[in-house]
């Protein structure tokens, strides 16, 4: 069942998994949009490109639906040892509550752009109905400007995760970060 907070060092051991498999979904949707700026407008290799970065986009927001749920009714965090000021718990709880939030919206964002753009949704050999707005450039072009501004946010909110995890394992020697790394001695309960 769950890994308590009283009783569990780590993570279930599928959250890590999921942890780390969608911060590489992440890493690779930021790539594929930005290595498309290496080919010219209409090419092959560009159009491969943004469909991957829509399709890996709805993937991190299909995944995070799950953990948000297994997390809010399965898997409990683990306390952090020693245990850290409130005002580090609580400003953790901020930060994860920004990651999760950018998660959720920028993939919605981007089904709301392509659906303003009149541009199929594409998912793995699935075309995804549009939002239920109707094309328009000018919508179109505000939705981009946000999610650009969500993508820019993102960077920063993902950077002060990792930096937080490395403060606490390399200066403060808690275990915040071990609590999310793969253990071998460490079983799925």
């Not at 069942?1 to 959250?15: F, L």
């Not at 109707?134 to 501004?149: C, F, G, N, R, V």
Request: hydrophobic residues 50%.
């Amino acid at each position: 069942m769950a890994t308590s907070p009283s009783t569990g060092r780590y993570y279930n051991p599928t959250a890590v998994a999921m942890h780390w498999f969608v911060l590489g979904l992440v890493v690779a949707v930021y790539a594929c949009i930005l290595l498309r700026e290496n080919y010219p407008r209409g090419s092959d290799i560009r159009e491969a490109l943004k469909t991957w970065h829509y399709m890996l986009g709805l993937s991190v927001w299909a995944l995070v639906l799950v953990r948000i749920v297994l997390r809010l009714f399965v898997w409990k965090a683990p306390r952090i040892t020693p245990a850290a000021p409130r005002w580090q718990m609580l400003l953790a709880h901020v930060v994860h509550l920004g990651i999760y939030a950018f998660m959720f919206l920028m993939p919605l964002g981007g089904w709301l752009l392509l659906s303003a753009e009149g541009d199929p949704i594409p998912f793995w050999g699935l075309q995804l109905p549009s939002a239920p707005i109707a094309p328009s450039e000018t919508l179109a072009d505000q939705i981009k400007a946000l999610h650009e501004t969500g993508g820019t946010i993102g960077y920063f909110l993902i950077g002060l995760h990792a930096v937080a995890a490395l403060y606490h394992h390399y200066v403060v020697r808690d275990d915040t970060l071990k609590r999310m790394l793969p253990h071998r001695d460490q079983v799925e309960p």
